[in-house]
């Protein structure tokens, strides 16, 4: 009894473990889009600061991508679904 | 007022396209190639347009796909709607930008442009296109910009 008890524990806390597995959004670097309509579009649906929201298109321009958002993957998949209705490239993917 | 390149801000968030004819008509036709793509999974640039969301699974569940796909279709109804309105509203510009950026990519992705150097070499005409576009992206977001302010 104690065993089956034990194991559906561990069990629980393994499906926990993996629903709990944080999943990055990406933004990727698009050579056609201005930097100023990038720069629009995080501001706005991230609520980041002009400053902020430049550096990372920036990030994006110059390393190919950036991380910006972490956390669940269902809200990682809205954001990501909102930023390709504004025409940027994004994608999730689990954290390593 | 305040005059914000091809728009004029009115009072009350709304705006007025100061310039129309060519405008209007390449607008809408950024909507036509937008809701081709979004209706055309043969087209090479459908996959910049509705490529999965998760980067582990090779397509999105139905729920993502019948939500984007409704999404896109509203934004360029309302494109089309607003273009040929007397006023526009802040969730017109928006759907202008983001039909305006979608439309862009999608030429991009059939011109097989991935980075700087790829867009060096896009054909003449396709620098254009860009140009024109982007010029009226950026006064969209500075009219948006302007209506946040206001």
């Known amino acids: ?96 | 007022m305040r005059n914000v390149e091809i728009f004029t801000l009115l009072p009350g968030g709304q705006v007025r396209l100061r310039a129309q004819g060519q405008l209007v008509e390449f607008v809408c036709e950024q909507a036509d190639v937008v809701e081709h793509v979004l209706h055309t999974p043969s087209d090479p640039s459908f996959y910049r347009l509705c490529g999965p969301v998760n980067v582990e699974v090779s397509e999105d569940d139905v729920f993502t796909r019948l939500e984007r796909e409704m999404t896109i279709e509203a934004l360029c109804a309302r494109v089309r709607t607003s273009a040929k309105a007397e006023t526009l509203s802040r969730e017109d510009l928006e759907a202008w930008l983001s039909v305006l950026s979608m439309a862009l990519g999608v030429l991009a992705a059939k011109l097989g442009i991935v980075d700087d150097e790829s867009r060096d070499d896009a054909p003449m005409g396709a620098e254009a296109y860009f140009t024109a576009s982007n010029v009226i992206s950026c006064c969209v977001v500075e009219a948006l910009e302007a209506l946040d302010e206001a």
């Open chain 1, 1 to 96: 009894m104690s065993t089956e008890l034990d194991k559906s524990t561990t069990s629980l806390i393994e499906e926990d473990v993996v629903l709990d597995t944080p999943y990055n959004l990406f933004l990727w670097n698009d050579p056609v889009t201005p930097m100023q309509v990038v720069t629009y579009v995080l501001k706005q649906l991230f609520g980041f600061s002009k400053e902020k929201a430049e550096e990372l298109m920036l990030q994006a321009h110059n390393n190919g991508k950036v991380v910006i958002f972490t956390g669940s993957q269902q809200e990682a998949e809205r954001y990501c679904v909102q930023l390709h209705a504004k025409g940027l490239m994004a994608s999730v993917a689990k954290d390593a």
